[in-house]
């Protein structure tokens, strides 16, 4: 967890208050994953989770102040956004193709709401508004969301319904306890609504079309992610010992096909007309048509091509 108290703060530096929701995603149980999926394995599965985490985060208008190890700490200019934000990382680390079979990665969140300081321009934030929310964010379990009666008390009047009271808890260099609230971002019995859906993603008209060795796969409304890789399981399967076995996802996200990898030997994209690009661990909007390879340049094995075309788009 980060830690706030005790800063020597440079005088010269300088400081400013503003009201912001900080927010703090933490990646739970990240020491279980090393002893099970090996230190390579676990890193690069932390790193991508952190790079999704950030990814939301501008999304939603924040900004990520800072990472450290397995975890982010966030600003968001209102409490409707962050909550948002909230919900959508949530919902995303939730999608995220198992690691292994009894591993999957999971994250849970604290956001606070109040004054902080603000020191050389935006880089960095202190005061109470961040112990606070750090606090929050080690009381919460993995796949929840807490908060504090008085964040969620400036959400619209609808959104505060899939939010539920826990306790009055007391928290470290608070005078009085807090009211902990949790932010509920799955359907179910004691939800009715998701806050993370108030912005749903924009129809989309288009699909992609995959083409590999006389096999076809659409991503579309209908299909809005695809799995690439060896394994049997994957949405897609590409018969080749040089791709991972979960290699890379395909994702429709508001009107654009994300090509994602996730392997460690990359991906290599060829648009029509335009040099090769070679991923690792990145994402790329795939556009107009053209062809990816896993795991090998399109010169080493053109056969081996996957192809594609976006059409509608």
């Given amino acids: 967890m980060f830690h706030t108290n005790g800063l020597n703060m440079d005088k010269q530096v300088q400081q400013t208050m503003h009201d912001k929701v900080v927010l703090f995603a933490d990646v739970s149980g990240s020491t279980r994953l090393y002893e099970v999926l090996g230190d390579a394995r676990a890193f690069a599965a932390i790193d991508q989770c952190i790079s999704l985490l950030r990814r939301v985060t ?44 009894a591993v999957r990665l999971a994250i849970r969140i604290g956001l606070y709401h109040g004054p902080v300081l603000m020191q050389g321009g935006d880089s960095d934030v202190f005061g109470d508004t961040v112990n606070v929310a750090a606090r929050l964010t080690e009381l919460a379990n ?57 912005l749903s993603p924009a129809a989309a008209s288009g699909r992609l079309r995959l083409l590999h060795h006389g096999r076809e796969a659409v991503v579309d409304v209908s299909c809005s ?37 996730q392997s460690s030997n990359g991906s290599y994209i060829t648009f029509t007309g335009e040099s090769e690009l070679q991923l690792r661990r990145e994402e790329i909007v795939l556009r107009g048509s053209g062809s990816i390879c896993l795991g090998h340049p399109f010169s080493k094995d053109a056969a081996g091509a996957i192809t594609f075309s976006c059409e509608g788009c």
């Avoid at 990472?67 to 200019?77: K, L, S």
């Avoid at 539920?164 to 260099?173: A, H, Q, T, Y």
């Avoid at 897609?236 to 009107?255: G, N």
């Fill in 58 to 101: 501008e999304t939603f208008q924040g900004r990520v102040v800072k990472t450290i190890g397995d975890e982010i700490m966030a600003v968001f200019p209102t409490v409707l956004s962050g909550v948002q934000a909230a919900c959508a990382m949530q919902a995303e680390v939730e999608a995220m193709v198992p690691l292994d079979d």
């Fill in 225 to 261: 992610k695809l799995v690439l890789g060896r394994d049997a399981q994957a949405g897609f399967v590409v018969e080749d010992k040089r791709a991972s076995r979960l290699h890379a996802t395909i994702e429709l996200r508001r009107d654009k096909f994300v090509f994602i990898d």
């Fill in 142 to 198: 993995a796949g929840q969301i807490l908060s504090a009666g008085s964040t969620v008390q400036a959400l619209p009047p609808l959104l505060r319904t899939s939010t539920r009271s826990l306790d009055l808890l007391p928290i470290k260099g608070k005078a009085a306890d807090i009211r902990v609230v949790e932010v509920l971002w799955q359907e179910g019995e004691d939800a009715t609504l998701m806050v993370g859906r108030t």
